[in-house]
């Protein structure tokens, strides 16, 4: 049973341009949250998304944008990318009605802005 | 705002030590509290939770428990292995057996037990 894949799993950027991660959840799970983990930081919540829709939202610029598809997989937008952008970025996935509260986390694509 | 505040690393244990690694947390409501582990170049794998006040949570030899009177929620193994070297995070979510709620994690705690 694969557990929640994202790609890439390293690429490096430049200011100023856009980067897409993908993420696809654990099979049976419909909720995808994102999470951005700078280093040697706890991770921080981007947002969430289920049935398409973003449902939850943290402490990010529009920079930050995202999409989720009919499989459920989801993307994470990254536009006009600074400095600081450079982070491990986590993808998780869950089940809306488990009620349990317990996220399954991917390795991670790993961000570098020069 | 929820918060959750560890204690700071690294931590550097001999095999077969006693581990505490101290979590406490400030929240709304009734949070669920939740300890995960990072092994390095992996994601972050749910160790153990707890979402109610008193309830302890285990597995793989460790263990914590819920105090909502001093709002923590410490780490604790008797006896570590080399195995158990990683980042330890702790994290909260909004309210006690809620679904899918965001986590609030710690800065995470870096073990590393030696032979």
């Given at each position: 049973?694969?557990?929640?894949?994202?790609?890439?799993?390293?690429?490096?950027?430049?200011?100023?341009?856009?980067?897409?991660?993908?993420?696809?959840?654990?099979?049976?799970?419909?909720?995808?949250?994102?999470?951005?983990?700078?280093?040697?930081?706890?991770?921080?919540?981007?947002?969430?998304?289920?049935?398409?829709?973003?449902?939850?939202?943290?402490?990010?610029?529009?920079?930050?944008?995202?999409?989720?598809?009919?499989?459920?997989?989801?993307?994470?937008?990254?536009?006009a990318l600074l400095l600081g952008d450079s982070a491990l970025y986590l993808c998780a996935s869950s089940l809306v009605i488990s009620g349990a509260n317990v996220l399954t986390f991917g390795a991670g694509s790993r961000l570098t802005v020069l | 705002g929820n918060s959750v505040t560890q204690m700071e690393g690294p931590v550097t244990l001999s095999e077969e030590a006693f581990l505490t690694i101290n979590c406490t947390y400030t929240a709304t409501g009734y949070p669920s509290l939740f300890w995960y582990v990072q092994y390095p170049g992996e994601g972050l794998q749910l160790l153990l939770k707890a979402t109610k006040a008193d309830d302890k949570g285990s597995n793989k030899g460790f263990e914590a428990t819920y105090r909502k009177e001093t709002t923590s929620f410490h780490l604790e193994k008797g006896s570590v292995q080399v195995s158990d070297s990683a980042v330890y995070f702790c994290a909260l979510s909004r309210e006690s057996g809620g679904s899918n709620y965001k986590l609030t994690f710690g800065k995470g705690t870096l073990l590393t037990v030696n032979p």
């Open positions: 049973d694969a557990g929640v894949t994202q790609s890439p799993t390293h690429l490096i950027k430049t200011r100023g341009q856009q980067v897409t991660l993908r993420c696809s959840p654990k099979s049976g799970h419909d909720t995808v949250s994102w999470y951005q983990q700078a280093l040697g930081q706890g991770p921080q919540f981007i947002f969430q998304y289920y049935e398409e829709e973003e449902r939850q939202r943290g402490n990010f610029p529009d920079r930050f944008s995202g999409h989720q598809f009919p499989n459920y997989s989801s993307e994470l937008n990254v536009n | -």
